[in-house]
């Protein structure tokens, strides 16, 4: 990923000589971060709400909006979105089509100085790819709206820049932003902006940019405020310096001090043992490892998705001192998995739901904290226990396959899930039984300790 990361870069500077070339004055600069943190760019700054386009009107010349984004107002109402996945907070095109034209009518001439684009998505729907106009609306053969088959140069309007913010490899998800300057200091005194947006892709319906905010700079306009919050982010590394974690608690200033003196310590503790525990040839977890603590994730306590680790603000303000840590521990075992991971040449066999949730809840509830007796099979859920029931009851099966059948299976298991060659029959080739007769035999065994034969 690093590779890419630089490849991309170098094609931007390629890209700028070129602009360049074409553009004297026009200075493109893009910024793009995976992780997505903050609209923080080295080279753009801040989103702004108080800039001239603020209070700018904003219509729409060509193309259709998706119903499923926010309307055009939340391209300059100073808000960007607090996650990757959030169409309400963004502007976007219909699925389907080939992006469409904005117009920005300032009121009135001004000193452009710099025009900055902001857009965010966790795929293809995350550059930018555009075409800046600016007009001053005195040319005889003005038209205020040109639609896509009119070239705009032929009516009053010129072309400041040409804007494409695709890496060479990879889908370029994550946070983009785009500063458009001038080597003058002012791009040119303007009343009129026309966006000419281009859909990033066509192989599949959704690639229109999620756009989140565009500011306009005034020369002569204040100081610009921005209302965006600030990332606030703990780092800490393993001893041996292998991995590195990060815990966002931009959104949690509450959780930062239980993060530091609690969450920490078992990220520290327990990351590292997992991955021992889940070996596979040739097989190397991922070192950095996010943490991020959010207010958008509803009633899903935590997630994990590669390499990061989503904790619901809210359900982990009301467990902190019960069940957040072992779902932390949970999680990193997800991240540890990885059984999302593309597979190449490889015959991939999916594993069932129930295994992929199973192994972490054993580790949880019968390693990380078997005090606890959270998974137990008692006389209250014996009647609808399952080998397969997913999370706590398949944690319990699994950890009677391990003591009763072998000491190994967890790790064996695991090899196969994330190589994609998992099967029923690994079972009777690693017990001589079948997953079914286990899981009658495992049932029965509970049944007789529970005294109910
Ligand atoms: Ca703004
Ligand atoms: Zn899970």
């Known amino acids: 990923m690093k590779t890419d990361l630089f490849l991309f870069a170098r094609g931007f500077l390629l890209l700028f000589l070129f602009e360049a070339v074409s553009f004297a004055e026009t200075t493109v600069a893009p910024g793009h971060n995976e992780n997505g943190l903050g609209f923080a760019f080295k080279t753009v700054p801040d989103p702004a709400s108080n800039d001239a386009a603020a209070d700018a009107q904003f219509s729409l010349v060509d193309g259709n909006r998706d119903s499923n984004g926010g309307d055009l107002a939340v391209l300059h109402d100073g808000r960007v979105p607090t996650n990757e996945d959030q169409p309400g907070a963004n502007f976007f095109f219909s699925a389907g089509t080939d992006g ?40 005889d053969n003005f038209r205020t709206s040109p639609k896509k088959g009119t070239d705009p140069e032929t009516c009053g309007w010129t072309l400041i820049a040409s804007v494409d913010t695709r890496p060479k490899a990879g889908d370029g998800g994550g946070q983009h932003g785009v500063a458009i300057t001038n080597s003058e200091g002012v791009i040119g005194k303007y009343r009129y902006l026309l966006f000419d947006a281009f859909r990033t892709e066509a192989r ?23 209302t965006v919050p600030k990332p606030v982010l703990k780092t800490f590394d393993s001893d041996d310096g292998k991995f590195h974690y990060t815990i966002d608690v931009t959104e949690a200033p509450d959780m930062a001090d239980w993060a530091e003196k609690k969450l920490t310590v078992v990220i520290l503790e327990w990351y590292p043992k997992i991955i021992a525990m889940l070996p596979s040839e040739g097989y190397t977890a991922p070192s950095d490892v996010m943490f991020r603590f959010r207010s958008d994730m509803g009633n899903t306590p935590a997630s994990a998705s590669g390499a990061s680790v989503n904790l619901n603000l809210r359900w982990f303000r009301g467990e902190r001192d019960r069940e957040a840590l072992g779902s932390v521990v949970h999680e990193m075992v997800h991240v540890v998995q990885n059984y999302w991971r593309p597979r190449r040449d490889r015959a991939s066999s999916p594993t069932p739901g129930w295994l992929i949730e199973g192994i972490p809840d054993y580790i949880r509830w019968f390693l990380y904290e078997p005090q606890l007796k959270g998974a137990e099979i008692t006389t209250g859920n014996l009647a609808g226990a399952k080998y397969d029931g997913s999370y706590r009851v398949s944690g319990n099966f699994l950890d009677w396959v391990t003591r009763t059948y072998d000491k190994e299976i967890i790790r064996k298991l695991n090899a196969a899930a994330r190589e994609g060659r998992y099967t029923e029959e690994l079972w009777k080739d690693l017990t ?22």
């Open 100 to 139: 469409g034209r904005i117009q920005i009518d300032l009121g009135k001439l001004i000193s452009v100085k710099q025009v900055n684009s902001f857009s965010w998505h966790g795929g293809t729907r995350g550059p930018q790819v555009y075409k800046l106009y600016a007009a001053n609306g005195t040319a």
């Open 204 to 226: 599949d319906p959704f690639g229109n940019t999620f756009f989140s905010e565009i500011d306009v700079i005034d020369a002569d306009g204040p100081a610009l405020i921005s």
């Open 432 to 453: 001589g039984k079948t997953v079914k007769e286990l899981g009658e035999e495992w049932k029965s065994f509970h049944e007789k300790r529970l005294n109910l034969n």
